[in-house]
């Protein structure tokens, strides 16, 4: 399978904006970029450490300044890299985000939610077996998102966890056991997607789609994919699941998808 190849003579910088606890996408992604290609964070203050609906979606508040910093470094796309702070609240806050991003920056912008719904895309994986770190109710607020996405949910499974610093405290292995221990429930599933940013599994997803038999993406892996996509980056197998084989699938690589997969109805 082809390298990546970043575009001819010029580096590529991917800009990220986080909440201002996650650590863990600054620890998976540069394990698998390419040469030539490099890793930029900026960071979205939250009030407190408790995961509520509304200290997540408070965070698009500082969105266009965070991002604007990251235009001053010629990003090449930019990723709102938070997953539950970008399907909470309304329907179009998945693309609302990126359109403020974009033009706060003048750079393409893309949130973590719809590079999952453009990984499910290109994957064409329709039912979804979702695990995530959240409480309750931000894990059933996903749900509701992905089944109005066009994605039922037959099975799931969550860490409960009501703080970013017990997200944290959840390493890549305990992810694999909790998805190994619904291997039954997945075999009626098209697809694993591990939610949230801040929870490591990168490390994992090859060996869980070669146990489970069935593609399985992070909010990170699909965050890395995403931007490697929008800066022109061409398909390779970097160890991180069959998704980094793959293309976008009816999208404007700099942008938003062209229909058939955002929101449904």
């Not at 540069?30 to 939250?46: E, I, M």
């Not at 990251?70 to 909470?88: E, K, M, N, Q, V």
């Not at 610093?165 to 390493?171: A, K, P, Q, S, V």
């Amino acid at each position: 399978m082809e390298p990546f190849k970043p575009l001819p003579a010029t580096p590529v910088r991917l800009g990220f904006v986080i909440p201002e606890r996650n650590v863990a996408c600054e620890t998976e992604f540069p394990q698998f970029l390419p040469d030539g290609v490099t890793a930029h964070f900026s960071r979205l203050p939250r009030e407190g450490a408790a995961l509520t609906q509304e200290s997540l979606i408070r965070m698009m508040d500082s969105v266009e300044h965070q991002s604007r910093l990251l235009g001053g470094i010629d990003a090449r796309i930019i990723l709102y890299a938070c997953t539950s702070g970008s399907f909470l609240g309304a329907d179009d806050a998945l693309d609302t985000i990126a359109e403020k991003i974009a033009t706060a920056s003048g750079v393409a912008a893309v949130t973590t939610t719809r590079a999952v719904l453009d990984a499910l895309a290109a994957l064409q994986a329709r039912t979804v077996f979702l695990i995530s770190p959240y409480p309750d109710d931000i894990h059933a607020a996903e749900i509701a998102f992905l089944e109005k996405a066009g994605h039922p949910v037959p099975g799931n499974a969550t860490f409960g966890c009501a703080s970013s610093e017990l997200i944290r405290d959840i390493n890549s292995r305990d992810v694999e056991a909790l998805a190994l221990s619904h291997r039954s429930a997945i075999r009626d599933c098209d697809a694993v997607f591990l939610s949230c940013t801040n929870l490591r599994s990168m490390d994992r997803i090859a060996a869980l789609e070669a146990d489970l038999a069935r593609p399985v993406i992070s909010s990170n892996s699909a965050t890395l994919w995403r931007a490697m996509r929008g800066a022109g980056l061409t398909p390779r197998d970097i160890g991180a699941g069959r998704l980094f084989g793959l293309d976008l699938a009816g999208a404007d690589p700099s942008g938003r998808a062209r229909g058939g997969w955002g929101l449904a109805g």
